[in-house]
């Protein structure tokens, strides 16, 4: 049972170089999210996706761009980055097609740990 | 704008002894309410969630939580904790009337032998 599986789980970027995070799920979910967490301050969300074919942004979108690949994937990438995206990124998914509406319960991957020197 | 806030950053207790930890929320309509733990160097994993109902709610690994409406409150028990306890708690809401779930700071739980 995979679940939600990110790559890579490490990642060292120098300001201004770019990079992409990938998450795949096999649940056969609807709607993916992309969070960062930073210390003391919980889960933010970036961007998240409701259903195939559609993105919308979330608290901290600036700076990251995403792509829902398909029903199983969606990618978050960094443009440019920059020492404030210093952060863990987990990607997760629910059922339904409500995006965060109803009481649909997340399921994270294991999380990217990203620091840009 | 729904918030969540878990005021204490760490909670000790001792190895067989009860286990609270503390979550108030802030929305303008109906909650829902949910409580997740985070391993070292893992994803954040489901413990369990308040739609509707009756105020105590049990979850995984022997959790439940109770909601109080009048408080605003959605603390997180565990009658007896185990060391392998030991991990972050977060709690999170989101207003029935919004896209948006808010997460709380999390609480380090150290659970001593």
């Known amino acids: 049972n995979a679940g939600v599986t990110q790559t890579p789980k490490f990642q060292v970027l120098k300001t201004g170089q770019s990079m992409t995070l990938q998450c795949a799920q096999d649940m056969n979910h609807n709607s993916m999210y992309w969070y960062r967490q930073d210390p003391g301050m919980g889960l933010r969300l970036i961007y998240y996706s409701a259903s195939e074919g559609t993105t919308d942004k979330g608290e901290v979108p600036n700076g990251y761009n995403v792509s829902r690949l398909n029903k199983r994937e969606f990618s978050l990438r960094l443009e440019s980055a920059a020492p404030s995206q210093t952060s863990v990124y987990f990607c997760a998914s629910s059922t339904g097609t409500g995006g965060l509406s109803g009481a649909n319960v997340l399921t994270f991957g294991a999380g990217s740990r990203l620091t840009v020197l | 704008a729904q918030s969540v806030a878990q005021p204490e950053d760490q909670v000790n207790v001792a190895e067989g002894n009860p286990l609270t930890v503390k979550c108030t929320y802030s929305v303008s309509g109906n909650p829902y309410l949910f409580w997740y733990v985070q391993y070292p160097n893992r994803g954040l994993q489901f413990l369990l969630k308040?739609?509707?109902?009756?105020?105590l709610v049990k979850g995984s690994y022997g959790f439940e939580a109770e909601f109080n409406k009048s408080q605003t409150s959605f603390h997180l028990k565990k009658p007896s904790a185990l060391v392998s306890d030991s991990a972050l708690y977060f709690c999170a809401v989101r207003d029935r009337g919004n896209n948006r779930l808010a997460f709380g700071k999390g609480n380090q739980v150290v659970v001593i032998p």
């Open positions: 308040y739609i509707t109902g009756d105020n």
